[in-house]
């Protein structure tokens, strides 16, 4: 039987914190409530999700060039504060032929102005935010119907 497709989850620095950071932004699940929902999902799915955290923008990258070496199906990318600033995210996104769909709990474009620039949105497949932990799941099914 051939291998489960799998889809990289990777979340960016002080998603470590979710459940207890800014709860009325960002909700009260934390990231394991979350990976245990993608996961139950997943399996309905028949797909396998690997859900990492990092505070490190080259961890963040080096996962994204990984997902490509495992032929992973998507990669869903929450790089939270790097979306807006990292340079180096936009370019690994680029130089993958993984499909990234950025995600945001919250709506960035609903929040300060230098949330409105996406530097990780400019090199992704496509964007699901603002649906709070339901985001995941939504980009999840996106995912397996590419
Ligand atoms: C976030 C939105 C970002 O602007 C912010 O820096 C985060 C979280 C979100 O999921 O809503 O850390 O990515």
């Given at each position: 039987?051939?291998?489960?497709?799998?889809?990289?989850?990777?979340?960016?620095?002080?998603?470590?914190?979710?459940?207890?950071?800014?709860?009325?932004?960002?909700?009260?699940?934390?990231?394991?409530?979350?990976?245990?929902?993608?996961?139950?999902?997943?399996?309905?799915?028949?797909?396998?999700?690997?859900?990492?955290?990092?505070?490190?923008?080259?961890?963040?990258?080096?996962?994204i060039?990984?997902?490509?070496?495992d032929?992973?199906?998507?990669?869903?990318?929450?790089?939270?504060?790097?979306?807006?600033?990292?340079?180096?995210?936009?370019?690994?996104?680029?130089a993958?032929?993984?499909?990234?769909?950025?995600?945001?709990?919250?709506?960035?474009?609903?929040?300060?102005?230098?949330?409105?620039?996406?530097l990780?949105?400019?090199?992704?497949?496509?964007?699901?935010?603002?649906?709070?932990?339901?985001?995941y799941?939504?980009?999840?099914?996106?995912?397996?119907?590419?």
């Amino acid at each position: 039987m051939a291998d489960k497709p799998v889809i990289y989850v990777l979340n960016g620095p002080n998603l470590n914190l979710l459940g207890m950071r800014e709860p009325e932004i960002y909700g009260s699940d934390t990231l394991d409530d979350i990976a245990g929902r993608l996961e139950d999902r997943a399996q309905e799915l028949g797909a396998d999700v690997e859900v990492r955290q990092s505070n490190h923008e080259g961890h963040l990258i080096d996962w994204i060039h990984e997902a490509e070496a495992d032929e992973a199906k998507a990669i869903l990318l929450n790089a939270a504060g790097f979306t807006h600033s990292s340079v180096a995210l936009h370019d690994a996104i680029l130089a993958v032929s993984v499909p990234v769909i950025e995600v945001h709990l919250s709506n960035p474009h609903a929040r300060e102005p230098f949330r409105r620039k996406s530097l990780v949105g400019e090199a992704s497949y496509g964007t699901i935010s603002g649906f709070g932990a339901l985001s995941y799941l939504l980009a999840l099914d996106a995912a397996m119907q590419l």
